[in-house]
């Protein structure tokens, strides 16, 4: 039985190679270092951070914990109709934003195109509800200081708002999105934790391979600063160094301690060369492969890093690209003591000395929506020609024999940037982006 999964152009089309050139068209962001994609190259490049402390509401399970939060963000500004708004978790309304800023800068959406040719994937997480929305539901099952389960049922139907569902269903916002743009090909939604997005992303060119659209929106949205959240992130290797909260996420570092919460969506629209030069749109960067691979464990074992080698060579091999080609590196890099580890000696067996980038040292980890933040960052580097740098990087771990860009942008020298995501449960996905033109 094999003990992997890989995913490659060829292998998704019945053996047969990739007839489509894939281009991406637009970028959508919204994330704690800025909403647009010019602020948030803007705060890449000036090394600010975007983490800092969080105001939570009184009573709260920690009054002042530390994470990357969305400032200044107005949904209204976006969602529409703004009734809308009733059945949109912040999960939601971030990812609706990101999608519609994407749409926006590329010129697709209702009337732009065949709506049947038009399709959305996008990656979500869990969303958890408001815990104020459960208060009143709460007490009346209260008796005598007790919890009575047989009260709930009744409890639920008067309490909560009909539609509160809707708002917290993982699959919605790539539905408010399809109907926002009147998107009505294909409509998925991945749910496969820190790699959903480069999933969706994938699973978008796989889409648009097969000639079931010509564009697609794809990207993911995520938020792992509810208290809820935050609660049971405790123990699962959360920072603990709130004396400096811009300093916590220190990716590679030998001083790192652990992960850094934070929100945030992203979107980038794909499409077939074809049909971008048929509208006279000019692309932004080309999709030149991506890979999938999965490592088992045992329950209690940890990640040896086996994924994340064979998802890393496997999209080099299907771009038809070497290591010597590779500009750098977007990692994962959560700050996670022993996940860096691994992720950090898979890079350099396969990559060599190449160098690497690691920008949840600005916003933090989010989840299903980090890759999507983490491409629109690949795709903007090759635009600018320039690889911006990882923050709090003061210290080389020995057991991370990786060349971390730090201390400034450095100007990206080779024409392909290696996007990579990896979750605890073993699975892990890389992109391998190159500029619009050939190389």
Same mark, same amino acid.
């Given at each position: 039985?094999?003990?992997?999964?890989?995913?490659?152009? !060829?292998?998704?089309?019945?053996?047969?190679?990739?007839?489509?050139?894939?281009?991406?068209?637009?970028?959508?962001?919204?994330?704690?270092? !800025?909403?647009?994609?010019?602020?948030?190259?803007?705060?890449?490049?000036?090394?600010?951070?975007?983490?800092?402390?969080?105001?939570?509401?009184?009573?709260?399970?920690?009054?002042?914990?530390?994470?990357?939060?969305?400032? &200044?963000?107005?949904?209204?500004?976006?969602?529409?109709? $703004?009734?809308?708004?009733?059945?949109?978790?912040?999960?939601?309304?971030?990812?609706?934003?990101?999608?519609?800023?994407?749409?926006?800068? *590329?010129?697709?959406?209702?009337?732009?195109?065949? +709506?049947?040719?038009?399709?959305?994937?996008?990656?979500?997480?869990?969303?958890?509800?408001?815990?104020?929305?459960?208060?009143?539901?709460?007490?009346?099952?209260?008796?005598?200081?007790?919890?009575?389960?047989?009260?709930? !049922?009744?409890?639920?139907?008067?309490?909560?708002?009909?539609?509160?569902?809707?708002?917290?269903?993982?699959?919605?916002?790539?539905? =408010?999105?399809?109907?926002?743009?009147?998107?009505?090909?294909?409509?998925?939604? %991945?749910? %496969?934790?820190?790699?959903?997005?480069?999933?969706?992303?994938?699973?978008?060119?796989?889409?648009?391979?097969?000639?079931?659209? &010509?564009?697609?929106?794809?990207?993911?949205? !995520?938020?792992?600063?509810?208290?809820?959240?935050?609660?049971?992130?405790?123990?699962?290797?959360?920072?603990?160094?709130?004396?400096?909260? *811009?300093?916590?996420?220190?990716?590679?570092?030998?001083?790192?301690?652990?992960?850094?919460?934070?929100?945030?969506?992203?979107?980038?629209?794909?499409?077939?060369?074809?049909? @971008?030069? *048929?509208?006279?749109? #000019?692309?932004?960067?080309?999709?030149?492969?991506? #890979?999938?691979?999965?490592?088992?464990?045992?329950?209690?074992?940890?990640?040896?890093?086996?994924?994340?080698? $064979?998802? %890393?060579?496997?999209?080099?091999?299907? #771009?038809?690209?070497?290591?010597?080609?590779?500009?750098?590196?977007?990692?994962?890099?959560?700050?996670?003591? =022993?996940?860096?580890?691994?992720?950090?000696?898979?890079?350099?067996?396969?990559?060599?000395?190449?160098?690497?980038?690691?920008?949840?040292?600005?916003?933090?980890?989010?989840? @299903?929506?980090?890759?999507?933040?983490?491409?629109? /960052?690949?795709?903007?580097?090759?635009?600018?020609?320039?690889?911006?740098?990882?923050?709090?990087?003061?210290?080389?771990? +020995?057991?991370?024999?990786?060349?971390?860009? =730090?201390?400034?942008?450095?100007?990206?020298?080779?024409?392909?940037? /290696?996007?990579?995501?990896?979750?605890?449960?073993?699975?892990?996905?890389?992109? @391998?982006?190159?500029?619009?033109?050939?190389?």
């Amino acid at each position: 039985m094999k003990d992997s999964m890989e995913m490659t152009f !060829g292998e998704c089309s019945q053996g047969m190679t990739s007839t489509q050139e894939i281009v991406v068209t637009g970028l959508g962001v919204v994330s704690p270092i !800025g909403i647009g994609a010019a602020p948030f190259w803007a705060s890449l490049r000036e090394g600010r951070s975007g983490i800092g402390r969080l105001s939570w509401e009184s009573g709260s399970l920690r009054p002042q914990p530390f994470g990357g939060a969305v400032a &200044d963000f107005d949904p209204k500004q976006y969602v529409r109709p $703004r009734k809308s708004l009733k059945v949109m978790s912040r999960e939601i309304q971030l990812g609706f934003a990101a999608a519609d800023m994407a749409c926006s800068a *590329a010129g697709v959406g209702p009337g732009a195109q065949d +709506p049947e040719r038009l399709g959305v994937v996008l990656g979500a997480d869990i969303i958890p509800c408001e815990l104020s929305e459960l208060i009143g539901t709460y007490r009346d099952c209260l008796v005598d200081g007790r919890f009575d389960f047989s009260r709930w !049922g009744k409890a639920f139907a008067n309490e909560l708002f009909p539609l509160w569902m809707l708002k917290y269903l993982p699959n919605m916002p790539a539905c =408010h999105i399809g109907i926002a743009q009147d998107a009505r090909g294909p409509n998925n939604t %991945l749910t %496969l934790g820190d790699v959903s997005t480069l999933g969706a992303i994938s699973e978008a060119a796989r889409t648009i391979d097969r000639g079931q659209a &010509d564009v697609m929106i794809a990207g993911g949205t !995520g938020s792992r600063i509810h208290a809820a959240l935050y609660a049971r992130n405790q123990i699962f290797g959360q920072s603990q160094r709130d004396g400096d909260p *811009a300093a916590a996420s220190r990716p590679f570092d030998a001083d790192r301690d652990g992960v850094v919460q934070g929100e945030g969506a992203g979107a980038l629209i794909l499409e077939s060369r074809r049909h @971008a030069d *048929a509208r006279g749109v #000019a692309p932004l960067a080309r999709l030149l492969g991506f #890979a999938g691979a999965f490592e088992p464990r045992a329950d209690g074992q940890p990640l040896r890093g086996d994924a994340i080698r $064979r998802a %890393l060579a496997t999209a080099l091999k299907n #771009a038809g690209r070497t290591p010597e080609q590779v500009g750098c590196v977007v990692a994962h890099g959560t700050s996670a003591v =022993h996940g860096d580890r691994i992720e950090s000696q898979a890079i350099h067996e396969v990559l060599g000395d190449v160098p690497v980038t690691a920008p949840k040292s600005f916003f933090g980890y989010l989840s @299903a929506a980090s890759g999507a933040l983490e491409s629109v /960052l690949a795709v903007l580097t090759l635009q600018q020609g320039a690889i911006p740098p990882t923050l709090n990087y003061a210290t080389p771990d +020995p057991q991370c024999p990786i060349r971390v860009v =730090h201390g400034g942008v450095d100007p990206l020298e080779r024409p392909v940037v /290696l996007v990579l995501s990896y979750s605890l449960h073993g699975q892990a996905v890389a992109l @391998a982006f190159g500029r619009p033109e050939a190389d």
